[in-house]
């Protein structure tokens, strides 16, 4: 998911993230977006109207795992990094029929291309008898953070995609 940031290279700066258990988690912060980005950014917005609510501007440093794991203070990129935060900080995917809470994650995956994103759970409403929980989100290194619903997210719209979610959780 993050190849173009990957390509581009970052500000060769980052921070000391670890596990729960110690173990280095490889980050860097990322650069700021530019103007292209922040237009690219808004073209995406407008296509979501009013269902996303803009939390916060455009901005660099973090991506959706830094905002997740890292404070806002940097972006945390490998699939391999988010498996093991998961394994090391205890976290669990919820069992079938278990409903998620304010807190938990919401991780969503592609199944030829791996992790997509991470989002917050911030609110699980219930809408004619269904739960449908909301979602704080930063979608790369340049977008703002949104909160948007769990199903509204912009890779749900490429029809070459397989795209799921799940609910992780650090509750025991």
Not at 146 to 171: G, K, L, M, P, Q
Request: glycine share 8%; proline share 5%; with cysteine.
């Amino acid at each position: 998911m993050f190849e173009a940031q990957r390509l581009l290279g970052d500000t060769e700066r980052s921070i000391v993230v670890q596990t729960r258990t110690g173990k280095a988690i490889p980050n860097d912060i990322a650069a700021e977006p530019d103007e292209k980005a922040i237009r690219i950014r808004a073209a995406i917005r407008a296509k979501h109207g009013s269902q996303w609510t803009q939390r916060k501007p455009e901005c660099g440093v973090y991506n959706c795992a830094g905002l997740a794991w890292a404070g806002r203070r940097t972006s945390i990129r490998e699939d391999e990094c988010w498996d093991l935060i998961f394994r090391e900080d205890g976290y669990r995917k919820l069992a079938p029929g278990e409903l998620p809470l304010p807190g938990d994650l919401v991780m969503y995956r592609e199944k030829d291309v791996g992790y997509l994103h991470v989002g917050l759970i911030i609110a699980c409403p219930t809408i004619a008898g269904v739960m449908l929980p909301r979602v704080l989100s930063k979608w790369d290194d340049t977008s703002g953070e949104y909160v948007h619903w769990i199903n509204d997210a912009e890779f749900f719209r490429r029809e070459d995609w397989d795209v799921s979610f799940y609910y992780w959780t650090d509750r025991p």
